[in-house]
C-alpha cells in the first residue's frame, strides 16, 4: 500500500531522495543533474522582495548552472505566488552579482494534487495535465530566442491526456494513484526513479515518526478545510441576508450563494423576527 503523495511528509520523504530527485527531473525538464544537498523549507536572508518565502524542495547542481525547486499544493487559489516564487529565485542572484548577468538557470516544478479552481481571464476553466512557462523572447514571426532558459512547470494528474509523454505520465501516474488507488497501484517499475519512490513511500516502509508527523499533517489539513468552509458559509450567510432584505425571492438568493432554500427560509424567518 502506497502513503498518500498530498502529504506533504510522505511527498518530501520521496522526492528529497536523490535517485528520485534525479529521475524526476531528467523526466519532466530533459535535463541531467548532479547535486549534492536537496533542502527543504528553503528561506533566504536576507528576503527577496520583502517577503519571506519558503520552498518546499530546493537544490543547487554541483556545478553552479542550475537551481530547482519544487512545490507541492493541493489548492490553486494562490497561482500567483508560485510565479513570485519563480521570478524571486531569478533576483535572489542579483544579491552577489556585480552586473546584471544571471549565473544559474531556474526551473520550478509546481506539482498539484487538487482539480484547478481558477479559470483564465476570459473565464475558460483551466484543465491541462502540463503548463509550461519560460521566459525567453520570441520574434513576431514566433521563433524563440534562447536567452535565459528558466522554466516554469506545473503538473496537474487530475486531467489526463493522451499527449502528455510517458516520462511525464509515469509521475502523474505516481501521484494520482498515490492518492487514489494507493492499493492496487499500476505504474512503471521499469523506471529507477518511480521503484525508489514506491519503495520509499510505502506503508511498510514508513517509520513509527515518520507516520505520526504524516497524520499530524492530514489533521491540520482537514481543520485548516473546515475554517476555509466555515468562513465561506458565514460569508454567503451575509450575503444572503443583504439579499433578502432588498427583496430578492429565495430561489434567486440561492443561486447567488450557493446556500440551500432550507437555509433561506430560515434566515428569513430570523430576519422577521
Known sequence: MLANLDNEVIFKKAFTNKIVFKAFVRDILGIDVEVDKIET???FDPKIGYIDFELDIFAETTDKRICIEIQRVEYDHHFDR?????????????KKAREYNIDLTVYVIVVLTAPYTISEKNGKPILDEVLLLNL?????????RDLYGHQFVCLNSNYKDKKTPKSIRDWLDLIYQSIHNPENFTLNLKNKGIKKAIELISFENLTPTERAEAKNKEAAKIVLTKTEEKAKEERSIEIAKKFIQIGLGNEVVSEGT???LEQIEKLRQELKK
Not at 525567453?136 to 524563440?144: A, R, V
Open 258 to 260: 450557493d446556500l440551500t
Open 41 to 43: 523549507e528553503k528561506r
Open 136 to 144: 525567453n523572447p520570441q520574434t513576431l514571426q514566433g521563433e524563440i
Open 82 to 94: 508560485f510565479l513570485h516564487y519563480f521570478l524571486m529565485l531569478i533576483a535572489e542572484q542579483q
